[in-house]
C-alpha cells in the first residue's frame, strides 16, 4: 500500500489503531496526558504506583519534545511495521481515511457507501 501520512490519516492511526503501539508508546501517551491535566501530586503519585504513568527516564524521553512529536513518531512506526495490516476505513471512491472505523461516508469527496443505498 503506497500512501502518504496526512494528517486525518495520522489521527486516524493514532486514535483507533492503539493495539499497534507498545507498552511505553501507551505509557507514554497517559504519561502526558494525565500530566498535562493539573493534577495533584497525591493523584499522579498514585498513578505512578499503579502503572498508569511513568517517570522512568525512557518514558520521559519519549514525551520530552511534546505531545505532537510522540504521536507522530508513534504513527510512524506504526505505518513503517504494520501499514499491510491496518484497519484503516478507506473510501471506496477516492481511497483517503473516514473519520472512524465505523463511518461510512467520505469527509473529503462526500461519497456514501451506506449499505443499499447508491450515489
Known amino acids: 500500500m503506497h500512501m502518504i501520512i496526512y494528517r486525518e490519516l495520522e489521527d486516524y492511526i493514532y486514535e483507533y489503531c492503539q493495539q499497534f503501539q507498545t507498552q511505553n508508546e501507551l505509557i507514554a501517551q497517559r504519561t502526558l496526558m494525565y500530566t498535562s491535566n493539573g493534577l495533584s501530586e497525591a493523584m499522579l503519585s498514585s498513578m505512578r504506583r499503579n502503572g498508569w504513568i511513568s517517570d522512568e527516564p ?39 481515511i473516514a473519520r472512524t472505523p465505523l463511518a461510512r ?13 447508491a450515489s
Do not use: T, Y
Not at 514525551?63 to 512529536?69: F, L, M, S, V
Not at 461516508?105 to 443505498?117: I, L, N, T, V, Y
Open 105 to 117: 461516508q467520505c469527509r473529503f469527496c462526500k461519497h456514501s457507501w451506506h449499505a443499499g443505498e
Open 58 to 96: 525512557v518514558i520521559l524521553d519519549m514525551i520530552a519534545d511534546g505531545p505532537h512529536e510522540l504521536k507522530r513518531r508513534v504513527v510512524e512506526r506504526i505505518w513503517r511495521e504494520h501499514k499491510d495490516v491496518l484497519p484503516l476505513n478507506l473510501c471506496p471512491k477516492c481511497n483517503l
